[in-house]
């Protein structure tokens, strides 16, 4: 028998035109939908007086954010009052993640130790952080940072010229000059460079069977290029350096209470589940390679990072980022603590404009393009790291 064509035909015997049709009628009675519930909406407001709309976004804020890395004053607009909640978000998620993989991919391995120690504390954490809620978990860092930590005057030192107090943390930061750019730029070099050289020892190991050292080479090509691109910029070496006065702690850069509280909780409790993630994509790798791996004479640490890792990324990237979408949207419980993120600006100006729809229209589409982004860039990962079969 001949296999059934697959042209398409504009008959209702056709399973693709009815397919078609089905989509089509699913996609206009869900777009009615809409239509009649925005309509809806904005026909009860009419009748209650109720403004709508986003021009309020060009009006003056008429309110100071705490903490933010672009200076904001309450004369400027509500929309850079969301824009600067936007950039607090993403620079408590950004360095959470970072630091929530390093801490749990570590406590993640060492719960596979066969130190009982080592092995034992591990297991502590990863059940005491990931069976207390989050919010718990940020009430009692808040409470730890501003009670117990000394008054400012009266502040930490545990390194040089960095002052840590229940006003946060305070640290010498570089003056701005025109060398900086030249030395970001070094640095981009440098990654690129190092990717390179990377990307060539990987071929030259899957071509010659020679194995040619990546991390100490690629970190020397990194900082030869930011060291060039530092000494063509001028050499820029100027630090603003804070100094403690009698009532307070002032130049230098600082990170609040709030911003700390929330980065802690945040990264101790996500990390938490990244530890249990990599345990299981480890404990999924065939005890056939542990074996070979001992055959060749491996170290436990060479075998961890050459052969168990690499094989179980394909197992552990998926749920890892679940993680990463459930710590950047865990990231507005900071509101309960005080810490401008987005949510909290948008709780202020709901309050103060009372235009409840519009903003939380705009969280829904910040938290929306963020796990879609984010998503998108670890499936891309994933499918690099993916086994591919010939």
């Not at 981009?188 to 020892?201: H, M, N, P, V």
């Not at 350096?241 to 850069?253: A, D, H, N, S, Y």
């Not at 393009?369 to 670890?378: K, Y």
Request: with cysteine.
């Amino acid at each position: 028998m001949a296999a059934p064509s697959k042209h398409f035909r504009w008959s209702w015997r056709s399973a693709s035109f009815r397919s078609l049709v089905y989509q089509v009628v699913a996609v206009l009675l869900v777009a009615a939908a809409g239509w009649y519930l925005v309509h809806n909406t904005l026909q009860n407001m009419r009748v209650r007086g109720i403004q709508s709309g986003f021009d309020f976004l060009l009006q003056p804020a008429g309110f100071a954010i705490s903490e933010s890395l672009f200076e904001f004053d309450s004369a400027e607009t509500y929309a850079k009052a969301f824009l600067i909640g936007l950039s607090n978000t993403l620079r408590v998620a950004i360095v959470g993640i970072v630091l929530a993989t390093i801490l749990g991919t570590l406590v993640g391995i060492g719960r596979l130790s066969r130190n009982f120690l080592v092995r034992s504390l591990c297991g502590v954490y990863v059940e005491s952080f990931r069976n207390v809620p989050l919010l718990l978990q940020l009430f009692i860092w808040y409470f730890v940072l501003t009670e117990f930590l000394p008054p400012i005057d009266e502040a930490l030192q545990p390194l040089p010229n960095v002052f840590f107090s229940k006003n946060g943390l305070q640290y010498p930061i570089p003056f701005w000059a025109m060398g900086h750019v030249w030395l970001a730029a070094g640095a981009l070099a440098g990654c690129i460079g190092a990717w390179a050289w990377a990307r060539f020892a990987r071929r030259r190991h899957e071509d010659t069977g020679q194995v040619l050292p990546v991390i100490v080479p690629g970190l020397a090509i990194f900082v030869a290029c930011a060291s060039i691109g530092w000494l063509a910029g001028g050499a820029p070496s100027a630090l603003d350096i804070p100094e403690r006065t009698q009532i307070t702690v002032v130049g230098g850069g600082a990170v609040t209470p709030e911003f700390l509280t929330v980065l802690m909780g945040l990264t101790l409790y996500t990390a938490s589940y990244i530890a249990e993630i990599v345990r299981g994509g480890i404990q999924a790798v065939a005890y056939g390679q542990h074996e070979a791996a001992a055959a060749l004479g491996l170290s436990r640490v060479q075998e961890v990072r050459l052969i168990l890792l690499p094989q179980a990324l394909r197992v552990i990237i998926p749920p890892i980022t679940s993680q990463y979408l459930n710590l950047t949207k865990n990231s507005s419980l900071a509101v309960a603590v005080g810490y401008p993120e987005l949510v909290s600006i948008s709780t202020t100006s709901l309050n103060q404009t009372g235009r409840a729809i519009e903003s939380i229209a705009l969280v829904m589409i910040a938290y929306l393009t963020l796990s879609l982004l984010t998503a998108a860039i670890m499936n891309w990962y994933n499918r690099r790291a993916a086994i591919r079969e010939r």
